[in-house]
């Protein structure tokens, strides 16, 4: 049986989910739960999701909510060989990503809490200018996290930079200028966005999302 991804491809968590599974090489397919008509809080969605939350996703019986839970059951379940490397067996690597899987969660939040995208796009509001220097405090931590390392477990790719990637990737709709300040990070971004199957997941939502974005930034008068 097919597995069902049910996700909004504009939501970072989403797009993390999406390029976990095209790491895996896994057939699945795609749901679109349009948020922003309310298809979250549909009886068939809430049925597979109860918090009404993108992503989500079912294998067979098996019904499932929370992208890093997510992330890890497909590896859990569907990695072989050189893949486990994504989300290792061993104890003492498996911690180190999941360390990293919660510090990106962090980083997540200190960049939306930056970004105000539901003020911006729902209420013609701006970026919350003092919640800035947060935002940069949670990229310094990344950007001093691959001082010395390809990817933030080491120097080899794990879901924790999928769930990294997205999150920082989101700066992209407010056209954020302050990269420069964070020049590993970038490095990392770059990395990140030579993977195979990495413009197929973000290319085309981030470009709809920062166009869409900067209408309400920019309101042609």
Not at 114 to 143: C, T, V
Not at 191 to 218: F, G, H, I, W
């Amino acid at each position: 049986m097919v597995i069902q991804f049910y996700h909004y491809d504009v939501s970072p968590p989403s797009r993390s989910v999406e390029m976990t599974l095209k790491a895996l090489g896994l057939e699945y397919k795609t749901n679109i739960v349009e948020l922003f008509q309310g298809g979250q809080k549909k009886p068939e969605f809430l049925a597979i999701n109860p918090r009404g939350k993108v992503p989500a996703l079912v294998d067979g019986d098996l019904k499932l909510a929370e992208s890093r839970a997510i992330a890890a059951y497909l590896c859990n379940k569907y990695a072989k060989g050189e893949k486990q490397s994504l989300y290792p067996t061993d104890p003492e690597k498996r911690v180190q990503v999941d360390m990293y899987l919660y510090i990106t969660e962090w980083v997540f939040d200190q960049i939306i809490e930056y970004m105000n995208i539901g003020g911006i796009f729902q209420r013609g509001e701006k970026p919350k200018d003092d919640k800035l220097d947060a935002a940069k405090s949670a990229l310094k931590f990344l950007d001093e996290r691959l001082e010395n390392q390809n990817y933030l477990v080491g120097d080899t790719l794990t879901i924790a930079d999928f769930f990294g990637y997205t999150a920082v990737l989101f700066l992209d709709l407010l056209k954020f200028s302050a990269f420069g300040e964070f020049p590993k990070l970038v490095l990392w971004m770059g990395r990140m966005k030579a993977l195979p199957y990495s413009e197929a997941v973000n290319d085309k939502a981030m470009q709809t999302a920062t166009a869409y974005c900067q209408e309400k930034l920019n309101p042609k008068k």
